[in-house]
């Protein structure tokens, strides 16, 4: 059962257009997210969080958006850039035991 | 600060064979997570090691075990090793000690072949 997913295994954006990444979840104890970015041969690095508490983080250009209703978390980039070019994973966690519950993720293609 | 290293960065065994992959966190980091990664399977959780006890666990066979040091350095060892267990893995250090989330940081990974 799959607690957090990403339904586009693929992006394709051109450059200088605003990116969204998408991300639902199941698990209504979910009540932290974060987002993290990887390149090939690299292991994956924080890109942002976001707490339930809020609905809205931002930084630089990467903000992510919380709808707890709808229990769905995007993360966009604007402009995109050809060094966002990256594999983006969504993961979440509970306040029960922390544990980071990942997606499958997303490959994002910028185009020049 | 250094960041998390993982030793060997790549690794082929055959079947039946055993390995066992190394981590090492960022200074001052006690908590370490592993994680396996196959294509389309995103990152699955192995276990998590805080203060030489194992905290957390996922859904994987007994074959798969690892362990902590005092010095809060990692291995993950994998015994009777079958084609499936092909994958990077990946292991994560953060400063959690308890009560709340914390940022994970990953090391590059081990790319492990089971020919």
């Known amino acids: 059962d799959q607690q957090v997913k990403q339904n586009s295994p693929s992006l394709s954006v051109q450059e200088g257009r605003i990116s969204i990444l998408n991300c639902d979840y199941t698990n209504s104890m979910f009540d932290y997210f974060l987002w993290y970015k990887k390149y090939p041969a690299e292991g994956p690095t924080f890109l942002i969080s976001i707490s339930s508490i809020k609905d809205k983080n931002e930084d630089g250009r990467f903000t992510v958006f919380l709808n707890k209703s709808a229990k769905h978390l995007s993360l966009h980039i604007v402009p995109s850039q050809p060094g966002d070019s990256a594999v983006y994973f969504c993961a979440a966690s509970a306040r029960s035991n922390y544990q980071l519950i990942w997606g499958a993720g997303t490959k994002l293609i910028i185009k020049p | 600060k250094a960041g998390v290293t993982q030793t060997p960065r790549y690794l082929i065994k055959t079947r039946g064979q055993q390995v066992t992959l190394s981590c090492s966190p960022i200074s001052g980091h006690r908590s370490v997570s592993w994680y396996q990664q196959t294509p389309g399977q995103g990152l699955q959780f192995l276990f998590e090691?805080?203060?030489?006890?194992?905290?957390n666990k996922g859904n994987f066979p007994g074959r798969f075990s690892g362990r902590q040091f005092s010095n809060s350095r990692s291995e993950m060892n994998v015994s009777t090793l079958e084609l499936g267990d092909s994958a990077l893995y990946l292991c994560a250090s953060s400063s959690r000690t308890s009560g709340n989330t914390d940022t994970q940081y990953f090391g590059p990974g081990t790319r492990l072949t089971v020919l």
């Open positions: 090691y805080f203060s030489e006890t194992q905290r």
